[in-house]
């Protein structure tokens, strides 16, 4: 992580009065020296097309044919939203240097913040935008692409503001873990470039849809709601097992009396249902996961589905305890004895901006973020010292 002096003040008083001034007349909509997003055209959908593999070998899926590409349609993308991780000042100088770069470089390019971050830096960024209180709508009308600066919660964050299609998102590591963010901030110059110019690669990440009835079958909100990892009915405060129903395409699979079921994405393979003892899925594999959490049983072990699958977890009408729906993490309020969830695959999946080499990211990622088959030999890492590259023989 970048310390704070490689992230210098980029403005002065001056600048930002004379910055102040030129934008005064440059735009229309303007309340209280504030810019806000409602003068900005309605966005152009980009083009994302499959890649092709060079590959000889057509007989076989190659993982390229499995990524797709960027095309602005001839031209630059007109708005881009910035998300960052909260209390962090590495993370503010970075937002900074990123949006003084950005205006610099592209000054047709709108940069857009979330309105309490808009709060925190519009008077020395005085040519951020604005979503107006209460236009949540205006993210799915007008961002072209999202910038995440932060860890792997600031990244499932960005899902919850589109409710349909999420424009491609470039995720900087600057969190904890950053399992899912396979770009450094010192980099971001490149990788903007590369998105901006469209020659970005992006992985498509899946999503479910998860929809929560009442138990005569009546749909308790409208429509479903997207989520990146998971989906998971859970005992929470109450002190007693709960007893979940499990369905699989209507057809009862099993019964659990336990803490919980994870219904999961391949993303969300390496959060809640990892710790839950769930498989790690590799994001090109279209699937969806079942983990209980602590059954009161040796046997239910994990699944993996088809991606095409729609899983009904519902809670026992003789549950002693009721539960409580997740999404993300996120408490989506209690389940009565009776009440169901159902979780299906999303029309709409997350295009992330990702490596060009997929499959030596993915590899690298998961021996050094999750240490992946790391033993407890000492003082060598592996306990074969061929498997070491690094390692010579005395």
């Given at each position: ?381 592996t306990p074969f010292s061929d498997d070491d590259p690094n390692s010579r023989e005395e």
């Amino acid at each position: 992580m970048l310390g704070p002096r490689l992230w210098p003040r980029v403005f002065c008083t001056t600048a930002n009065a004379r910055l102040a001034r030129q934008f005064t007349t440059s735009r229309s909509i303007r309340t209280s020296g504030i810019l806000t997003t409602l003068d900005i055209p309605t966005k152009a959908a980009p083009i994302i097309t499959r890649r092709l593999s060079q590959a000889d070998d057509h007989s076989v899926d190659h993982e390229a044919d499995q990524q797709f590409s960027l095309n602005w349609r001839g031209a630059t993308p007109q708005t881009v939203l910035i998300i960052k991780k909260a209390n962090d000042t590495n993370v503010d100088s970075a937002l900074a240097r990123i949006s003084q770069w950005l205006h610099t470089e592209y000054p047709q390019i709108n940069i857009v913040l979330e309105p309490p971050v808009f709060d925190q830096f519009h008077s020395t960024l005085p040519f951020v935008h604005k979503i107006p209180n209460g236009m949540h709508t205006e993210y799915s009308r007008i961002i072209d692409f999202v910038v995440t600066l932060g860890g792997d919660g600031t990244f499932l964050h960005v899902s919850s503001l589109f409710e349909k299609q999420v424009p491609p998102i470039i995720p900087f590591s600057m969190g904890t873990l950053g399992f899912l963010l396979p770009f450094n901030v010192r980099d971001f110059q490149l990788q903007m470039r590369r998105v901006i110019e469209g020659s970005a690669t992006l992985l498509p990440r899946m999503r479910l849809m998860y929809s929560r009835f009442k138990a005569d079958g009546t749909l308790d909100k409208s429509g479903g709601v997207n989520v990146t990892n998971e989906a998971c009915i859970h005992r929470g405060t109450y002190p007693h097992l709960t007893t979940i129903s499990c369905f699989l395409n209507n057809h009862l699979l099993t019964t659990s009396v336990g803490d919980g079921i994870i219904v999961g994405t391949p993303t969300g393979s390496t959060a809640y249902s990892l710790s839950a003892g769930g498989p790690i899925v590799h994001p090109l594999v279209s699937s969806m996961i079942v983990s209980p959490v602590c059954p009161r049983s040796l046997s239910f072990r994990p699944l993996i589905l088809p991606s095409s699958s729609v899983v009904k977890l519902q809670v026992h009408k003789k549950s002693r305890g009721r539960a409580t729906a997740y999404m993300d993490g996120r408490d989506c309020g209690e389940l009565l004895q009776g009440e169901y969830i159902e979780v299906r695959k999303s029309p709409y999946p997350l295009m992330c901006v990702n490596r060009s080499d997929l499959a030596a990211g993915w590899a690298l990622d998961i021996n050094q973020l999750l240490q992946f088959n790391r033993t407890f030999s000492y003082p060598h890492d592996t306990p074969f010292s061929d498997d070491d590259p690094n390692s010579r023989e005395e």
